[in-house]
């Protein structure tokens, strides 16, 4: 399946207007995640210049390298829906360019989810016992989950149901 669909039953608008709308729809959502993960990507590049951090033994300095690994590359796939279209601008690729970022913004989401967790896990183990941690970390990860792509998925797998292809 395409990521850029056919028109919607009640809109009449060309491939381009298409792409030109859900390119306008994308970077809005894009600017959300953006204006998160670079604020928690920035927090956490602070961390190591905190005195508390000598005090991190080797598994919690692990989980906070990882942690700005994810935080870092949830950065450059959320911003590279910008280079993309960057680079293609003028060559009549719009429709390309709204296929790409939008799988560009999911992986960042994807990215941004696995920083959160991290982050979490990190915090929880230097506050909480480690196995409270582990499990509310485990909880977090089914409640973002649940907010961020089950609903999503289900109303995809609903919509293309026996009743959606008369």
């Keep these: 399946m395409s990521d850029v669909d056919e028109s919607p039953p009640g809109r009449d608008e060309t491939r381009e207007q298409r792409a030109d709308r859900r390119w306008a729809e994308l970077l809005q959502e894009v600017r959300v995640a953006q204006t998160g993960v670079q604020i928690l ?24 390298v990882v942690t700005v690994l994810f935080g870092t590359a949830a950065v450059g796939a959320l911003i590279a829906p910008v280079s993309f279209h960057r680079m293609v601008f003028g060559r009549h690729l719009k429709p390309e360019s709204v296929t790409w970022a939008s799988r560009f913004t999911l992986v960042g989401l994807v990215l941004l989810l696995c920083t959160l967790l991290s982050a979490l896990l990190l915090i929880l183990r230097v506050v909480l016992s480690d196995p409270l941690a582990v499990w509310l970390t485990f909880g977090a990860l089914l409640w973002l989950a649940g907010c961020w792509f089950v609903p999503a998925i289900v109303v995809r797998h609903r919509a293309r149901g026996p009743e959606r292809s008369r």
């Design 41 to 64: 990507l920035a927090f956490l590049l602070t961390v190591a210049f905190t005195p508390r951090f000598q005090d991190l033994g080797d598994a919690d300095r692990v989980i906070y």
